[in-house]
């Protein structure tokens, strides 16, 4: 197995690692006994995604793909995050392994959660149902 | 490679240059095939058998009961199959345990798939394997034990010869693999009592890609490879006349320097084992205290995962391995980790070192420096929040 | 053995200079095992697969379509038994032929008692496969066709690309031993139209105990070592990674300089030929006149037996082999020469000269210098009266 | 397959080779087909073979064995002669490969052969019966 150069220079070098105390949306993904677990904080405004952090449990690819999606999600748009995959990510890192590539899923479902939680708030928050505008 | 720090010998090792040195000339200067009649021929066969004299003085067996193969794999294909299809008049039973190598456990798996039943024995917290369970599985129709001599993971050395014992007083063929041990404890076939074993060149100082069987004299066994009349026709196909040269030089100085090597190995683990615990928090050490290895060392380190550890160690030039799933090609974490009872999220943790002859003080000190900084690195990134 | 005449290049043949010293760094320096994830490790992997990407090209495959093993007797019994257990459900019928290497023969023999039947095609007396009997032979139950490409012992080149479109007719699975023409003469698997091919790199010029099998991609086949996730799951064990460079660098060679080898070789062997049947009476050139391997040439020797003409060669340094029951561990002739409808006396009195690279001008010189002397020695011995 | 020095002594310089005209005895054994056959020539005075001659097809062994069993029984007596074994014949050549040994049988047959042949003319030479005389 061998990583691309820009995976291992996010994986030396993870952009965007931490929590934020109190996020506007925190997602969490992978299952430790699987070998992977990922917490996704966002802060969002104006439907902006401002401010993002991640704490990752996982290997060299669940880590660098962790940091590439924080980077390629922030100042984005909610409508823009929910539109980057998996594939995006990947290719923004040069590729993985074929073994690796269920490690980037998470990166894309992390961004989700992240995403689903902070509208759930939000629902709650704007005390009215929204169900109707979500788009995905 | 130069500054490499290697603490993967359970992995593989480097050949001696003594040994590479014996192979030589086997490859354009002595390269007859031993099956043809004219003197360049009987040279590499005279080679061949001085070697199989090496490698069954090693093991105090015979050279007649050693039979060579293309590595450790090969040969527990053809012990494990070997006494299967020959005794399937007799039972269709065959017991191992959890922790083996997957060249046995995959090949019980298949067998499994024709005709043949098999128990796996479970191991205690420490890795040594449950006499009782072993015993209580033992039926008429068990034509085979396969326990392994020691775990290539944690280092663990079973009781082999009380398993011996056991499969001695049922009248079952015991077959052990010791990759992991021939050349770094003592392995004595009679002192063990065993029937079938298999050891691997590379694994301690020999080339890759060869290995040998040691099939007790009277012991009823089918080939796996079938083809020209070769290793008394045992193992068919053209002998891998250097590696077998190189195998048999690897025994000679296996006898000569095992011992000492073994001294030494076991002072720096056992250094590296108190200082790592020393300086990090949260770590647990696999494998059985004393009946372990000298030169391994299995940890988990809580909260992170080993192949990231595995890269940030090699970017200081150090090598090593892990039982996380992420470093084997299944999505499982180590097999034997699990049999002995540690959580599937600790098994993603583990770290082994297993050290060689080419270590030193110096090495230890570089990953009791690069180590913790590692670990604490990872940990700030977990978010097991123990940062 | 410095003024050895080589002339048994189709048992084996020495390893390339260059090939060894391509070798060397894999044993201690680039010694990693390609399935850890450290850089050293990462070195024998790319090593593999530079050395995969080579033997594709010579067979103008594509890389993952190649799985490397420790020679020719490993990939045949894979092939075979591999297509055998994948495709039970489907049928349970492998043709073959008379002629084939015993790697084959044995494997089919072994699978005869596995509840698969075979069926054996004859030759004609040259040793060309006959069609119409393959034709015959299909029934619904067929699975695999194995036919190998030349044949060892008398050179003879078989009609592959006719036995491939038989075999696409029928929708049948065709192998190929190809042991004895990768190196020698074009090999092109699309060109023959072959799922299936096995090649050995002691063969020409490259390492012993290490070979490949090539599988079309498509092909059902079950594998034949079990144990660890190695070659794509399709051979288990640590990879000999120097075999497996030394094989890539053959492969490499042979693309640059086979032709120019084939037309030396066919030159020397032509004049050996010519003068042997001009200065001995009493002798049969065995195989085909014009479909034979270049570097081939096989006799038959009325009146005396082989071995015997053996060691006075040996005696006089030449290197040579014989299809007679006395240089096999059987006690049959060649089932090669009696197959092609040569009486079993004449078999034994059989002689293969196997030319290479290694071989001049004054090497046949030699053998046209001494043979005729050694051979009326001999028959002077004999009792058929024609001394 | 090794030979010992002395098997190859006797193979490239095989002692005895050729016939004798009229001989006394005449054995042939083995089979061609088998890829061994031997011819046996004595020649027997006052119950002594006072001259043996062979001619065999077959490999180093067979040529090396029957070299020597001529040795053995020259100037021997008959008795004498039938009392060699194929052991015998194998211990003074300092042994042979495992897979060799059935040619040293060829060697022993042939001198009975012989020597029967022999007993054989000379009952009819002399008009009587001496099947009683025969003591193997
Ligand atoms: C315990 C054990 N058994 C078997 C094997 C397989 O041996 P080889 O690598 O020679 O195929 C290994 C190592 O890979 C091993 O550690
Ligand atoms: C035609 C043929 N097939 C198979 C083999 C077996 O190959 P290996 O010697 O690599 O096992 C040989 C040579 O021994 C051969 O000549």
Known sequence: MEYSEKVMEHFMNPRNVGE???????????????????????????????????????????????SMVTELVKDKTIKEALSITNKDVVDELDGLPPIKMHCSLLAEEGIKAAIEDYRKRKDKKDSRNQRFEIEN | MDNLIYLDHGSTTPTDQRVVEAMLPYFNKLYGNPSSIYSLARESKRAKEDAREEVAKLLNAKAEEIVFTSGGTEADNSAIKGIAFANKAKGNHIITSRIEHHAVLNTCKWLSGQGFTVSYIGVDKYGVLDLDELKG???????????MHANNEVGVIEPLAEIARIAKDSGVCLHTDAVQTVGKIPVDVNVLGIDL???????????????????????KIASLLHGGYHEGNRRAGTENIPGIVGLGKVCKIAMEEREEDEKRVKALRDDLEERIAK????????????MRLAGTLNICVKYIEGESMLLCLDHEGIAASSGSACTSASLEPSHVLTAMGIPAELAHGSLRFTLGRSNTKEDIDKVIEVLPPIVSKLRKMSPFGKG
Chains 1, 4 share one sequence.
Do not use: Q, W
């Open chain 1, 20 to 66: 934020i105390k109190d996020a506007d949306g925190v997602g969490e993904v992978g299952n430790p006994v699987c070998g992977d677990l990922m917490t996704m904080y966002i802060r969002v405004k104006d439907d902006v995604i401002t401010d993002i952090k991640f704490k990752t449990f996982g290997c060299g690819a669940a880590i660098a793909t962790s």
């Open chain 2, 137 to 147: 599985a033992i039926t008429d129709k068990t034509i085979l034990i396969t326990i």
């Open chain 2, 197 to 219: 074993l298999v050891l691997s060149g590379h694994k301690f100082y020999g080339p890759k890609g060869v290995g040998a069987l040691y099939i007790r004299k009277g012991t």
């Open chain 2, 279 to 290: 300086k990090i928090d949260d770590i647990i050490v696999n494998g059985h205290p004393e």
